[in-house]
């Protein structure tokens, strides 16, 4: 029997090496955004078309969709899944998923109705984000048509477009 090139298993000294050093446990995206709005709250930290959002103003926004998502009944260990091109929904959706204590779960733009059904349902997913039309293709429709196969799935939230019947705005 040959002997694993590669394992995920640290040995104890490993991990106390790590650890004395502070290079462990690392924040979170959340504790991270936090420190840096703290130390930097001015300076612009994305850049989205024409817009700039400093530290600060993302950290209130993120803070402000965790409240949202909280509000609709997301819990810690929750799947939140989200079909989102590289806005900077996603970047704000990734800081308040991990501030609440969800779980994460990006679907890439291409994937369409086989793929997202089939993620959603894997994944038991309560909650999906999606554009509105991107490409050529309408994200609502897509989730409108694997929304009755995904039976975990209570929430559509659309982002940068107005939603359809049943779903809920991603601004709101």
């Not at 840096?36 to 300076?43: G, V």
């Not at 103003?57 to 509000?71: D, P, Q, S, T, Y």
Request: hydrophobic share 45%; glycine share 8%.
């Amino acid at each position: 029997m040959s002997k694993p090139v590669f394992s995920l298993h640290l040995s104890a000294e490993r991990v106390a090496h790590h650890e004395s050093r502070g290079e462990w446990p690392v924040a979170g995206p959340a504790e991270a955004l936090r420190r840096r709005a703290s130390a930097t709250p001015d300076r612009v930290f994305v850049i989205d078309g024409s817009r700039r959002v400093t530290f600060e103003e993302f950290r209130r926004l993120a803070a402000k969709l965790a409240h949202g998502l909280a509000g609709i009944g997301v819990e810690p260990g929750e799947v939140v899944s989200w079909q989102l091109p590289s806005w900077i929904e996603g970047a704000l959706l990734t800081v308040a998923l991990d501030a609440i204590g969800c779980v994460s779960n990006p679907i890439l733009p291409i994937y369409r109705e086989a793929e997202v059904g089939f993620v959603l349902r894997q994944a038991r997913s309560r909650v999906l984000v999606v554009p509105g039309l991107f490409r050529g293709v309408d994200h609502r429709q897509l989730a409108a048509a694997v929304r009755p196969r995904s039976p975990d799935l209570e929430h559509v939230l659309v982002a940068r477009a107005d939603p359809l019947a049943a779903m809920g705005s991603f601004d709101r």
